[in-house]
Structures are given as C-alpha cells and as structure tokens.
C-alpha cells in the first residue's frame, strides 16, 4: 500500500519535522489539510515528546510523523571546547556576557536513549522519521512490531542503501538545498552535496524503497516536477516557517523577508554540524574561523544557544539558527492549512497543464 493510500493523504507532501519550530498545532493544521504533519523530537526529552505528541493527538485524529535525531554520541574535548570558547568570548563580552564556563550535551541522540523508546512504542505514533542516522535492528524490529511506519532521511546513494537494508518503509532524499541540518550519517565524511534533482533521480533509479525528494521545494510546481523525477511525495520545511502556527519567532520572520534569505549558507559555526541558514552575523563568523575546529554536535549548540540568548538580550538578532533552505526567498506567509491547500491547487494546475486529458490518478480523493 502506497504511503498516501495508507495515511489517507490527499496531497503528497510532508510538513517537514523541524526542531524548535515545528509544533504540535503546526502539524495538526498541516494534517487536517490532507498532508502528513511532523513534529520533531531531537530536541527534548520523553517527558517533552509525550506532550508534544499528546498535544497533537488532541487536534487531529489524521495521521502524523514524529522525527528522531541518531546521530554519533558526542565526545568532550576540553582542551578544543575551551579554544572554542576563547574565540567567542569577545563576541559575548560585546553584549556584556561571558562565555558558558563548559560545554554540555544539550540533545541526547535516540541510540542513547532509552525512555524515548520507552514512549514511543506506548503512544505508538503513525510515522516516525530518523535524521543523522539509523537506530539498532532491535530498535527498529520493536518500532515495527507496532506497526510504525518509518522513515530516514539519506544525503547519498551510500545512505539509501543502508536505510534499505535496514528495512526502513521509505527514504527522505536531502538534497543540498534544505534548509536545516543536514542528515547525512558522518558529518566528518566527504560530502557530494547533491542536489535534491540529482539525488531524487538517483535513489529513484538506484533504490528499490519508496522516495520523499526533500529540499528547495516551495511551490505547486516543485512538487510536480520532484513527482515527474519518481519521488512519491516532497516534504517541505522552510516553506512552513512562515506560518503563524509555527514557533519561529518575529525575527526569524523578518529575516526571512530579508536579504539573508538570497544569500543561504551551509555552517557547522552554530551547532557543529553542517546545516543551511540564512545568512547573519554568526554565518558570517566563518571568515574568521581560521583553522578552528567547532565542538562535537551538540556541544558547539550550546555555545551557539548561549550566545544567541546574550546577543538577544541586548536586542541583536544575527546569532539565531535562522535554518532555511535555498528556496527561502519565496516563502509565504499563511495558516498552514491554507498553504497545504494552496499547494495542492498550484499541483493540480500544473499538472492539468501539462496533461489537460489527465485524471490525477496519482491523488487520491479525500475521505468524507
């Protein structure tokens, strides 16, 4: 059974799973509009998670994704955390604050956690999606004897086929334009940088699992053509941030509608691992970093959250994780459920266009 006839998807698209930003009424607005809304955990715990998803249980009875972050156990380095910290305390000290004394693992990964397993095979979630990795076979046989559909997200052919043994149900193809943080499993490895037409196209021809083309795509007409590549749904991340439901805050917005939004850049300066934001006083830090070497993720997150909180008390904006993908500069501003709405009528003209005899086999009609 295909991903939109299991979960009664009326459009082929995924609020993407964006943490800090993506809340629980965000994915249910996105979900009561017939797309698959996400909500990501990577950054809380399982007393978080619980009311997250309970939250989202209350607004929606439609089917919804909850993300996990795997990646690698970060490992402390004083002598390189502290190196790090003297090269930032000039820039506290300009917003009268000192640097953290010492870095801490603010985020726990999924592999090492053990309660927000624990949860997630009690509330059972319909979808779980896993970004900068996968977790154990255990794990994920536990997940399925639940019958959770899962998802992971791959940055290369190498990637899909490890999601593929695996025997995860479907691969969330990244392309380099994604705003975020990028999933590929070894931050430290080269990275091809594909695009998503490359990388959608590729998975498609190479991999034998259903494909989600994720990155840059903003429009009606994204999607149509991330379709026409195999892809059997998008998800979109930075065209959601817009929306009022979101958790971004008055800044972000505004800087979204600013130049920063032509001018995405992919840093590690911020958390330690390579993701794309708009482009601001910390991303411009990257002239400046000379030979450095940023802390593991996510203990260079901590010193990027800390800085961020002294520059904006003193009502300077530029240190924020403002993530977004290289289609920022047409984001639009709306409730979620109007955009899903919109985007499915932008599909379905482009589509009619393209094949005016057509039937639009491929969307399925709405429950009554």
Same mark, same amino acid.
């Given at each position: ?49 619980r ?28 002598e ?21 004394? %010492? ?5 726990? +990964?999924? /592999? &090492?956690?053990?309660?927000?397993? @624990? *949860?997630?095979?009690?509330? $059972?979630p ?5 970004h ?33 043994a ?14 975020g ?25 190479r991999?034998e ?7 840059g795509?903003?429009?009606?007409a ?14 979109l991340?930075? %065209? ?5 439901? +979101?958790? /971004? &805050?008055?800044?972000y917005?505004? @800087? *979204?509608?600013?130049?920063? $939004? ?19 006083r910390f ?20 010193a ?14 530029g ?23 919109t ?18 086999a ?7």
């Amino acid at each position: 059974m295909s991903l939109l006839d299991r979960f009664q998807l009326t459009v082929p698209l995924i609020q993407a799973p964006m943490a800090g930003v993506s809340t629980p009424l965000l994915a249910a607005s996105a979900c009561e509009a017939g797309a698959l809304g996400s909500i990501a955990l990577g950054a809380t715990d399982a007393a978080g998670a619980r009311a997250m998803i309970e939250e989202l249980r209350s607004r929606t009875s439609r089917a919804f994704n909850v993300n996990l972050f795997v990646h690698g156990s970060p490992k402390a380095d004083p002598e390189r955390e502290a190196a790090w910290l003297e090269w930032l305390a000039p820039l506290f000290a300009d917003f009268g604050a000192a640097p953290p004394a %010492a870095l801490r693992t603010i985020y726990k +990964s999924f /592999a &090492d956690d053990p309660d927000m397993l @624990a *949860l997630l095979l009690e509330l $059972a979630p319909p979808v779980i999606s896993f970004h900068f990795g996968l977790p154990s076979s255990a794990v994920l046989s536990a997940l399925r004897d639940r019958g959770i559909y899962l998802m992971a997200t791959a940055t290369s052919l190498e990637e899909a086929r490890a999601i593929e043994a695996a025997g995860i149900d479907a691969v969330v193809a990244q392309g380099i334009e994604a705003g975020g943080h990028r999933g590929m499993f070894d931050p430290g490895a080269p990275d091809d940088a594909l695009g998503t037409v490359a990388l959608t196209r590729l998975l498609v021809r190479r991999c034998e699992l259903p494909i989600i083309a994720s990155g840059g795509i903003m429009d009606g007409a994204g999607i149509a053509a991330a379709l026409d590549l195999g892809a059997v749904a998008v998800q979109l991340g930075t %065209a959601f941030v817009a929306c009022p439901e +979101s958790a /971004a &805050d008055e800044a972000y917005r505004a @800087a *979204l509608n600013g130049p920063g $939004a032509y001018h995405t850049t992919l840093t590690s300066l911020i958390s330690g691992r390579p993701a794309r934001a708009l482009a601001n006083r910390f991303t411009a830090l990257a002239d400046q970093l000379g030979g450095r070497m940023q802390p593991d993720y996510p203990r260079a997150y901590d010193a990027g959250k800390a800085l961020h909180a002294a520059a904006k008390a003193r009502g300077e904006y530029g240190f924020g994780a403002q993530w977004a993908g290289q289609g920022a500069p047409l984001t639009r501003a709306m409730p979620a459920f109007e955009l899903v709405q919109t985007l499915q009528a932008e599909l379905e003209r482009c589509r009619a266009s393209q094949r005016p005899q057509a039937t639009m086999a491929y969307l399925p009609a709405r429950p009554a």
